[in-house]
């Protein structure tokens, strides 16, 4: 029979320790401290694989599992001495989620399960404290109600603002046992009345309502749309803990708290957290109270007057410090850590590696790496390579005036400017309407994870350094200010006030992750810093990665910011962008309308020096480097004039009527142009067009030659092509061209002729058409759209669709096709270096920036990936890990 339920903690281990496929990552965490002699409160992890056969089963649970559950629960009482649902001494639990990567704040959770009117009284006599019992109560109410009712929350709450405004108070420790007592009868009332019955009286109803609720919730709106974000499977399921409650609203010697074994926002080599005396862990995550620090340290540094761990509990504060040393040289990587004190006990509730900044996870693999607690090569693997994102683009310029309105914590660093908006739904309407947005909150919830992947940055009025808002914002990557409590927020009016300046939706503000400040307006930025850290690292990647990194690009800026990043090359040039310029638009438009051969011939050769100047730009930063150059490739009517003014213009140019002209063009109108005259088929039909370019390429290089005496190394790559024919015609006027020129200069250049494979015909007939082409480099934009008959411009109606309901596991058009357009390149890989051994192999799509992608090219044995420039850190990354992964 399968086993679907573990015990930890009393000595006792039922197995699958460290297993986060089959515990989840909290299960396995849990385990593993209780294994080494942490304080853990005894408990037992539903396993992963019972999340299928709830669902499957259509949320009923085998008889067996609940066999194991009562187990479970056994377990429990016998190492706590209280019974479950007794009383006189009540056994309460905490019922968990925990998938196999951590998701904070996506699923549900339910605290002091097994409380009820009689064990109510119970616990206020074994507890000797009637307040915190009764509180308890109405937390469990609270929440159980939320969560597994699925009632209004906001009715709860307004009960409880009602009740504190009524006796004066301003906090919830001020309430009283009687007023806690009177508000759980309120509580009552209110579920009975939404939901049509009293609130559940057994505890056994109560644990498996809960149970259920848990397996639920990995299927909610939230928890879907985070695992779409973070490329996590929905097939992985989530497990559910249930362990032993430990309290820390016990009193002044109780508490709670979130930490982290160093900073989680710079890395720094320094404990960071918060705690809240007389608390339960919500309090802490929803930013419900502003909590206090952990150290004395970072007290000091936030001028903060309420004493910290280290000062109000120091003999707790030292046994938490050793648990820390603990858990980093166990797990060997930085932990977030949850952590409960009842009356002065210290017991530990969670651990698992820490979100982070891209800037703090390359600090703590460094400096890990440098303790020797891991290899250079685990470091490596450590540093997701999309988040150095947040590293690559500008920051602000600290010497900009700023006009601050108020000051928050500085939950998550980088900055980020845009329009005011104060809902999550908004911030994804603006967004997707390409606004950048600031979400501004008086505190999120899981319910606003679309919104706030679709802001630019994040601010909110409650909340600590651990809230939902900072984890969250950390791990997407995105600047948040927390906590700013000077923020007067009206959602329903859409603005905030602060003091007696307004902000409305709209309205532009900028945010300082890294300093807390909140600025009305935009800020200038200035360009980041990429050394240290970063560059100790890239030496790192360098050496291990076998996979060249070059770049897309046709400009002099971008191929000098793509070096600056460790470009070792061009991968791709697209010419056409040099010909939308508009100085020299209308000679391209005489060009395409010309009526013949000398007609195309007078406007290409005003072309000609223009194309010259932007290839000797080019090649003079990247001197020395092979440079893939393709000649034209959009169709012609993507030039073509439109208004009247424009074909007058053209008509004047090349000494023709306007009507002339318009026929001319009605002549070239296509109904499908992706699919039509363009890429090779432009040069076979009029092969002066490529002619002009080559010759504007070998020129460029002979000048930068004798400039520089450092030649480029073209790669003149001819589009679309389908047949080796057509690659035979197209390298014949290439190679006259270069006859012609190197005769002219007296000057030889290397160069090299081949294709761009972005046709499923020339994959499969790729060994002939490497008779003809030196190199292949892959368009794996075109690749995709041509293998799967999916336009790309239109894809977007329905991807997100198919990618929700698993038909692709991601956008082929952001990750590639492994199955289908992945399984083209390997065939064309394999049959062209059967033809030529020597030939060069790279991939110039979007995809050449995309981590999974080059994972794929790197297990092709492909020479190159080519990606934008500020992704070419990215790539040199992943084609490290990737190496690492995939060793010769």
Request: hydrophobic share 40%.
């Amino acid at each position: 029979m399968t086993q679907y339920v573990y015990r930890f903690g009393g000595s006792v281990s039922d197995g699958g320790k460290g297993d986060k496929n089959l515990l989840g990552g909290k299960g396995a965490n849990l385990d593993g401290m209780a294994s080494i002699g942490l304080p853990v409160p005894p408990g037992f992890t539903i396993s992963t694989p019972m999340c299928a056969v709830y669902y499957d089963q259509g949320g009923i649970f085998p008889e067996s599992v609940k066999a194991e559950v009562a187990n479970g629960i056994a377990h429990i009482e016998g190492i706590t001495g209280k019974k479950f649902g007794d009383a006189a001494d009540p056994l309460l639990v905490s019922v968990r989620s925990g998938a196999r990567a951590s998701m904070p704040g996506m699923m549900d959770t339910v605290l002091n399960l097994g409380l009820n009117d009689t064990t109510v009284v119970g616990l206020a006599t074994i507890s000797g404290d009637e307040r915190f019992a009764w509180d308890s109560y109405r937390r469990f109410i609270q929440m159980y109600s939320d969560v597994v009712l699925e009632l209004d929350h906001g009715r709860f709450e307004e009960a409880l603002e009602i009740a504190k405004e009524d006796r004066g108070y301003n906090l919830d420790t001020e309430l009283t046992a009687r007023d806690w007592q009177a508000l759980v009868a309120e509580y009552k009332a209110i579920v009975e009345e939404l939901w049509g019955k009293p609130f559940p009286q057994d505890v056994h109803d109560q644990l498996w309502g809960a149970i259920g609720s848990v397996f639920g919730s990995w299927q909610s709106e939230r928890a879907k749309v985070y695992r779409r974000l973070n490329d996590i499977p929905g097939d992985w399921g989530t497990a559910v803990n249930v362990q032993a409650m430990v309290f820390g609203n016990m009193g002044d010697t109780s508490a709670t708290g979130v930490a982290f074994t160093r900073d989680p926002s710079t890395g720094e080599n320094a404990y960071y957290g918060e705690f809240l005396i007389n608390a339960q862990g919500e309090d802490v995550v929803a930013g419900i109270r502003t909590p206090q620090y952990l150290t004395r340290a970072a007290r000091e540094k936030a001028g903060a007057k309420p004493a910290s761990m280290e000062e109000a509990m120091p003999e707790v504060y030292a046994q938490l410090a050793a648990v820390f040393e603990t858990l980093e040289k166990h797990y060997r990587d930085m932990q977030d850590i949850e952590f409960t004190v009842e009356r002065g006990k210290l017991w530990m509730l969670q651990t698992r590696s820490g979100k982070r900044t891209a800037k703090a996870a390359l600090k703590i693999a460094i400096d890990m790496a440098n303790e020797g607690l891991i290899t250079q090569e685990e470091a490596i693997l450590r540093v997701d390579p999309a988040a150095l994102d947040q590293l690559l683009h500008p920051t602000l310029d600290p010497n900009a005036v700023r006009d601050v309105l108020t000051k928050g914590l500085p939950a998550s660093p980088g900055a980020a400017s845009g329009i005011a908006v104060f809902d999550s739904d908004t911030a994804e309407k603006r967004a997707n309407a390409g606004d950048s947005v600031i979400l501004i909150r008086v505190e999120t919830s899981p319910e606003d994870i679309h919104g706030m992947h679709a802001a630019k940055g994040i601010l909110t009025a409650r909340g600590g350094m651990t809230s939902h808002a900072a984890v969250v914002a950390r791990g997407m990557g995105r600047p948040c200010v927390s906590g700013a409590g000077s923020l007067a927020i009206n959602a329903r009016e859409k603005l905030l006030r602060v003091g007696s300046r307004e902000v409305r939706e709209g309205d532009l503000v900028t945010i300082d992750g890294s300093t807390g400040e909140v600025m009305l307006g935009a800020v200038p930025t200035v360009q980041p810093e990429l050394a240290g850290d970063f560059g100790t690292l890239m030496v790192w990647a360098d050496a291990k990665r076998r996979l060249k990194v070059r770049t897309n690009a046709e400009t002099p800026l971008d191929c000098r910011t793509a070096r600056d990043f460790g470009a070792e090359g061009i991968g791709l040039c697209r010419t056409e962008h040099m010909f939308f310029e508009p100085s020299r638009v209308t000679a391209v438009r005489e060009m395409i309308l010309a009526s013949d051969e000398a007609g195309r011939r007078v406007a290409l050769e005003k072309l000609l020096p223009e194309q010259r100047s932007d290839f000797v730009e080019i090649f003079e930063v990247m001197a020395g480097l092979p440079c893939t150059i393709r000649l034209l490739d959009p169709p012609l009517h993507e030039f073509l004039p439109h208004e009247e003014a424009e074909f007058a213009e053209v008509a004047a140019a090349a000494g023709l009527d306007v009507e002339t002209l318009k026929r001319r063009a009605a002549e070239l109108h296509e109904f499908n142009p992706m699919l039509g005259h363009r890429g090779c088929r432009l040069g076979v039909t009029y092969p002066e067009i490529y002619e002009m370019q080559a010759r504007a390429i070998f020129e460029a290089a002979c000048i930068v030659a004798e400039n520089s005496g450092e030649a480029p190394i073209p790669e003149i790559m001819i589009p679309l092509v389908a047949t080796a024919k057509e690659l035979s015609l197209m390298k014949a006027v290439v190679d006259r061209a270069a006859k012609d020129v190197f005769e002219e200069q007296d000057r030889t250049i290397e160069y090299l002729v081949g294709t761009m494979i972005e046709l499923p015909r020339a994959a499969l007939r790729a060994g002939e058409i490497a008779e003809v082409g030196a190199f292949f480099s892959f368009g794996t934009n075109d690749l995709t759209q041509t293998t799967l008959g999916v336009s790309r411009d239109d894809a977007a109606k329905f991807l997100t669709t198919y990618v929700e309901k698993g038909i692709y596991a991601k956008d082929p058009f952001v990750s590639l096709d492994v199955e289908g357009v992945g399984e083209l390149i390997a065939i064309a890989a394999e049959r062209g270096r059967a033809t030529r051994p020597d030939i060069k192999l790279g991939i110039c799509g979007e995809h050449g920036g995309d981590p999974a992608s080059i994972a794929f090219c790197e297990e092709t044995r492909l020479d190159y990936v080519s990606a934008s420039p500020y992704r070419v850190p990215i790539a040199r990354l992943a084609a490290a890990q990737a190496a690492l992964r995939n060793p010769a």
